[in-house]
Antibody
Framework: QLQLQESGSGLVKPSQTLSLTCAVS??????????WSWIRQPPGKGLEWIGY???????YYNPSLKSRVTISVDRSKNQFSLKVNSVTAADTAVYYC????????????WGQGTLVTVSS | QSVLTQPPSVSGAPGQRVTISCTGS?????????VHWYQQLPGTAPKLLIY???NRPSGVPDRFSGSKSGTSASLAITGLQAEDEADYYC?????????????FGGGTKLTVL
């Protein structure tokens, strides 16, 4: 059974860089037919897709966040990572990683999520 | 503001049927992109409920069903149960000049009376 687990800094100062990692277990991140996504949810609000990466390293980002976001993959560690630069309070959210079906484009499974707070 | 519009809230008594709408446009649902639905129980991660407009993953009760028509989609829940109280999100894709990207609806809070 595929499982995803987020980890990283829970508190980030404004203007600094948010860094998170998603560890994949129970399956290979190099499996064909899937991409690997980051999605966030500000407290009390809805879901916002951040971007995805294929095991080849190709990426695609939400146009609204593209200038500040980098997603990378480490196939040797079976994990992928997220960096968001120049954070503000608006970046405070629960960050989820998820696998996306390349053909049908749905997200399943999801990690449990990790709260990142941007505050001085 | 989400491009996929959902009602902020719906409610129903146990045993009743409720529907949640997801209204898009010609650049997303109307362009033929599939719609998927997620259930988010309080304090937990979203869980896939319906994929490809109307398909249920293994383990999802047949009380949950999805449909799509034109630029809209709907999630129906029959035989409402207390444990169905959750937030529900639709998801699709949108095509723009910068390419296609993921869209989520704003979410609908279901209250079981």
């Amino acid at each position: 059974q595929l499982q995803l687990q987020e980890s990283g800094s829970g508190l980030v100062k404004p203007s600094q860089t948010l860094s998170l990692t998603c560890a994949v277990s129970g399956g290979s991140i190099s499996s064909d037919g899937y991409s690997w996504s980051w999605i966030r949810q500000p407290p009390g609000k809805g879901l916002e897709w951040i971007g995805y990466i294929y095991h080849s390293g190709s990426t695609y980002y939400n146009p609204s966040l593209k200038s500040r976001v980098t997603i990378s993959v480490d196939r040797s560690k079976n994990q992928f990572s997220l960096k968001v630069n120049s954070v503000t309070a608006a970046d405070t959210a629960v960050y989820y990683c998820a696998r996306e079906s390349y053909v049908l484009r749905f997200f399943d499974p999801w990690g449990q999520g990790t709260l990142v707070t941007v505050s001085s | 503001q989400s491009v996929l519009t959902q009602p902020p809230s719906v409610s129903g008594a146990p045993g009743q049927r409720v529907t949640i709408s997801c209204t898009g446009s010609s650049s997303n649902i109307g362009a033929g992109y599939d719609v998927h639905w997620y259930q988010q129980l309080p304090g937990t991660a979203p869980k896939l409920l319906i994929y490809g407009n109307s398909n249920r993953p293994s383990g999802v009760p047949d009380r949950f069903s999805g449909s799509k028509s034109g630029t809209s989609a709907s999630l129906a829940i029959t035989g409402l149960q207390a444990e169905d109280e959750a937030d529900y999100y639709c998801q699709s894709y949108d095509s723009s000049l910068s390419g296609s990207h993921v869209l989520f609806g704003g979410g609908t809070k279901l209250t079981v009376l």
